[in-house]
Each structure stands twice: as C-alpha cells, then as structure tokens.
C-alpha cells in the first residue's frame, strides 16, 4: 500500500459529545482506520487509500442516528503530517510517564519518557484506554521487572515500549494491522528498546509459541471475549493480565468470562465510562 495517500473520513455528529465521539471511535477501530481526530462537530478518520471502502463505513454508522452522514477527501502525506504535528500534545500519565513526539518542544522529563510517531496513530496515549493501562502497569513496576511481557493489538507500542523501559527481561508486542506492526517496530527502536521487544504481526494464534508473566490486551471487546482461553493459556501461573479496551458496561460480561476460566478478579478502573481491569491466574 501507498502509506503517502490517506483519505479523511469526516463523521458529523447531530448532537455533537466527546462521548458518541468515543463510541463511535471504537466501533470504527474495527475497520483499518489509522488514526482520529476529534473537531467538533466532526469525528475525522484516517485510512490508507487503498484500504478505504465507503460501504464499510455506511454499515458501521448506519447503527448510530447520530452520525448525519460523512465525507471523504484524499489527504497527501505532507498534509498528513502537518496535521497531526499541529494537534499533538504530549501525555503525562500520573507525573510517572511521558508520551511525546519529536516536534514536542519543552516538555519536562518523568521517570519513563516514550518518544512515538503520532502519523500512525493506533494508540498515542491519549484515549481513556491506553492511559488506564499505563496507570496499571505502574502498580506492578516491580513484579514486571525481569520478566516477560506480551502486548496484544499493541497499536504504536507504547505499552510494550513502557514494559521494556520498566526492564521487562523480554516483550513481545503483536497487531493484526501491518501498519500497526511496522509502526510499533520504529517506535521501539526510536525508543532504544529493539533489542528487548520483539514486534509481530498477527492474531492470538501467536501467543501458542510461549508463555508470559504479563499480558495486556487494549482491544475491543469481542476480541477480548473470544480470545481469552488463548490468553489463559498463554499466561504463567502467578501472572497477571491487563485487560481494557472497553465500557464500564461491559465489565460484568467481562468478569464472568474470566472468572469462569479460573482467573482472580485484582480490581478495575474507570475513566469516562471507559474500563480497565487486572487478574492474576492462580
């Protein structure tokens, strides 16, 4: 695919709310959207040209009354970039971590700094999601230390880029997307940490050549719900599992499906009716 062509997809919301915004960020997720910008009244989405299918999307929005119609226009990569290093902010998790990119001028440094490449953004920290996750793994910065770490649907790799900074002994970082993968791939060794994660593109399926001590999952739902007897198996005894990627709504679907596999319910976290929960595998 030509990564220099994308076509902006601009969702209008009647009414507009950062809410519906998010929701219908995550059900477009599902399709290989690149990355979002939110300008209200708009819900932009970026897509690589080739990649693009108008019916796809229809089929998506058509669930949602909201969403008033969409249009779509090419955006040279020039544009492209200008666009992102013109709205990105960097992210301080917690005074603990920092995400930022390298136009980023000025921005104090914390105990884990992760420099991304927000042009292929598939997680830059700034969703309610990934910033729970970091607060989770922070709790568990001294069992992490020394062990193995499995990121699913890693997106740019800021989790697993933040394992490896937390000295995971190895972290293995995995996304369906190709364009995921081969992001996460120079993020990490922008960030100096190539030589301890190991990216791959690819489902759950790939998790059957190992076992970990850590596994986060930030994905959709269904996907979580699908492929956690993979992730049971793939966890060592005593290791814990990072699961979000979902609404406050969904946890009770969620709880049921792990506890019935024998997993120990740790806690959860909420942020804006986004979720975030940890369990431990006996």
Request: charged share 20%; net charge negative; glycine share 6%.
């Amino acid at each position: 695919m030509n990564s220099e062509e994308y076509i902006e997809v601009s969702v209008k919301l009647e009414p507009f709310s950062e809410e519906m915004a998010e929701i219908l960020e995550a059900e477009l997720s599902d399709l290989p959207f690149d990355s979002f910008v939110v300008e209200e009244p708009f819900l932009k989405c970026y897509i690589q040209k080739e990649a693009y299918r108008p019916s796809d999307v229809r089929v998506v929005l058509s669930g949602y009354p909201v969403a008033t119609g969409f249009t779509a226009v090419l955006v040279q990569g020039q544009n492209w970039n200008r666009t992102w290093e013109a709205g990105f902010q960097p992210i301080v998790v917690d005074g603990t971590v920092t995400v930022k990119a390298k136009f980023n001028e000025n921005v104090p440094r914390t105990r884990f700094n992760i420099w991304i490449d927000p042009r292929m953004a598939f997680g830059t920290g700034y969703h309610h999601t990934t910033f729970m996750m970091m607060q989770r793994m922070l709790g568990l910065e001294e069992y992490i230390r020394g062990r193995s770490v499995v990121d699913m649907g890693c997106g740019t790799a800021i989790l697993a880029i933040l394992a490896a900074k937390m000295r995971a002994r190895k972290v293995f970082a995995v996304d369906i997307d190709a364009v995921a993968a081969r992001s996460a791939w120079g993020n990490c060794r922008w960030n100096k940490v190539g030589t301890r994660v190991e990216t791959a593109c690819g489902d759950a399926s790939l998790l059957q050549m190992a076992t970990y001590d850590v596994l986060l999952a930030n994905i959709h739902r269904n996907i979580i719900l699908q492929d956690l007897p993979t992730y049971y198996r793939s966890l060592r005894r005593g290791g814990h599992m990072l699961l979000s990627g979902f609404y406050t709504a969904d946890v009770p679907a969620i709880r049921l499906a792990t506890e019935a596999l024998g997993l120990t319910w740790v806690g959860s976290s909420e942020r804006e009716d986004w979720a975030c929960v940890e369990l431990m595998k006996p």
